[in-house]
């Protein structure tokens, strides 16, 4: 399968160096210099290419779904920041008959990780005796508190367990309510990214950890979601790969 990398910095160098490993060629290589403004992403440049995969920059991303989309390739993207016009590209991909997988974390073990904790919280929710948090650690240079896929946690989390329907991301100063379920973030040297979901009861406790060691989760899904998306139409994120393997 012959695939075009939209964006070559850290994310993109990592899926090109593990292509071979999927039986994958990298045919096409787009940067912020050769495809400014999605000049790059023509018919003719795409001609031999089966599946696109973005891992660009924010402001670039919709255009480069526009021009990918307008030459009738599927496409999968890891470019965050443009879900906000998510109802647009939904119309563009019915309307050019292509496939579209996208993902804030295409780490495949967050995403087998994602299915466990909702598996987990749906049989802890039939017994009440369970109640739940969610512990995340990372490197002192992150931005963003808590992270996006901690976030993303608690949502899978929620949607199983009824009885926990809003996030609690401070520290409580006094008893927390219990509908409310705690996100404690902690920023510790250069740890990569580690999430730890905790099912406690009088009887036991119940914990599922995810540790990243580096970015190479992140290559592997993109690539898998590559193989997965080949001819298909439709819209689709992680979670498709992964139920679909059950
Ligand atoms: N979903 C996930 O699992 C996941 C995982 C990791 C990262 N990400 C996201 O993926 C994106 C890339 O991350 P990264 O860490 O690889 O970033 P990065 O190292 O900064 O690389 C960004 C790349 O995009 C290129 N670029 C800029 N404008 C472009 C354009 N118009 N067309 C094509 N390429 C263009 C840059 O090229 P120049 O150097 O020439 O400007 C550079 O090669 C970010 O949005 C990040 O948040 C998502």
Redesign the pocket.
Known sequence: MNIAL???????KEIERLAPEHNIKVVQI????N??G?SGLTKQSLKNVDVCID????H?AME?IEAVARCGKSLVV????WYDKLPEVKKMVEKSKIGFLY?????LGVNIFYHGVSIISELCDKFHFYDVAIAETHHTQKLDAPSATALALAQTVMQKFKSKKTILQETPRTKIKPEQMQITSTRLGSVVGNHRVVFDSEADCIELVHSAKNRTG?AHGALIAAQWLKGKKGVYTMKDVITSML
Do not use: C, L, M, Q
């Open positions: 939209i964006g070559h910095g850290k994310t993109g787009f940067d912020g210099e495809n400014d999605a891992f660009s920059v924010p670039a480069n890891g470019t965050t920041g993902a804030a974390n295409f780490s992140f």
